[in-house]
Each structure stands twice: as C-alpha cells, then as structure tokens.
C-alpha cells in the first residue's frame, strides 16, 4: 500500500478496482503522467486539508505537460496549454494576478484538490481513459472531501454533473463554462471565481488562498 496516497489509501476503489486498472495500464507502451504523478493531487492534498475542488477531465495528452494536478503544467513550460492561459487572465481581471508558471503545486499545497477525473490518458489521446473506471475513485474521493464544508469550482458540464450529487447547503459551489477557448466567452471569463472563494473562507474564518504564490 505504500504507492498509495495516504490519507486516501482505504478507499473501497484500491482494493476492488485498482489492481485490475493499475495491470491494464502497465500494459500500454506509454501512459501520461508516469506512474509516480498518478496520485499526485491525492499525496499533496489529504482529506483533513481540502477546501477547495477544481474538477478537471484528463491528464494532458502531450508529452511533458501532465504533472498529476488538473490543469497544472510543468514550471519551465513556457507556452501554456490554452485552458491555462485562460485561467490566468481571469485571475489578473479577478484578483489582481496570476502565478509565474503555470505550476499550481502552490495551490495543492494550500488545500485547493486538483483532481482530474480520470487519472491517465496516453499520449495523443485526450479522453482515451474515460470509461476505464477512474470514475469510481473520483467519486469515493468527492464524497469523502465534501464531509467538510469545502468551495466546489466547477468548470464545464463534465465537472457539474459529476459533483453535482456531492453538492449542499455547507459548501459553495461556483458554476461556470469551461476556460477552454471554445467556451471560455460563455460565462468563464467574468466569473471571478478566485476571489469569490476567498471572500467564502475568510467569512468562515480561514486563511484566504494565495493563488498568485509560487510552488
């Protein structure tokens, strides 16, 4: 059990699903992100620490970009993928400014789970591994993250109906179109989710997130 995030280990998912899942992959001549990254968002944000939880798809289907956090890429990226671009000029027309990578380490680190709702794809294939079960273990993760009130950004239609049963009255939820340019015009910009959420912690007397930091 030690290559399993701790906190997140007794999952009803590692025992009955992850076996078969973890053979399949090992099986592929390549699988993004490499088997170290794969609970990456689960290691650095346990149960106890999670107060926020942005939903992505898939890890990123390129070569070198995937790092095991939903939408986070690598800090010496210099061209990021499309969606992040986005994310980040709303944060400079929401809150002011943006990270100087696109590493969202920092953001993990602070509680924000950045889950992905599959955790693998192979390279050239966005999508590939959406049927393959990951399924079951976001949503034993997703139950167990929303015992404790906790701000839910859900970007796109994928995001809302998968949170959507974990979803009540103790949390926030922030509903919006995907950052993608293909919808990011459609209610995502302008959305100012970032200080929204802040605004919700500190009135429940926590520590703001400080999304513009570093890794």
């Not at 990270?99 to 380490?105: I, M, S, W």
């Not at 103790?170 to 995502?188: N, V, W």
Request: aromatic content about 8%.
């Amino acid at each position: 059990m030690n290559e399993l995030p701790q906190g997140w280990a007794d999952l009803p998912f590692f025992e009955a699903d992850w076996p078969a899942l973890r053979d399949r992959l090992a099986a592929l001549p390549a699988v993004l992100p490499s088997p170290g990254l794969r609970f990456r968002a689960l290691e650095l944000t346990p149960p106890e620490a999670v107060r926020v939880v942005i939903l992505g798809q898939d890890p990123y289907p390129t070569p070198g970009h995937a790092t095991g956090l939903a939408f986070s890429v690598p800090p010496d990226l210099a061209k990021l993928p499309p969606s992040l671009r986005n994310i980040q000029r709303e944060m400079r027309d929401d809150i002011g400014c943006a990270p100087a990578t696109g590493d969202l380490n920092h953001w993990a680190r602070q509680g924000v789970l950045l889950l992905n709702t599959a955790l693998s794809v192979e390279p050239g294939a966005a999508g590939g591994h959406a049927r393959w079960g990951w399924d079951r273990l976001v949503g034993q993760v997703l139950a167990r993250a929303s015992a404790r009130p906790c701000a839910f950004l859900l970007w796109g239609n994928h995001a809302q109906k998968i949170a959507a049963p974990y979803l009540g009255p103790d949390h926030l939820a922030i509903e919006t179109a995907h950052p993608s340019p293909l919808s990011a015009r459609r209610g995502f910009f302008g959305s100012r989710p970032f200080g929204r959420i802040n605004a919700w912690l500190e009135a429940r007397g926590e520590a703001a997130i400080d999304w513009c930091g570093s890794a």
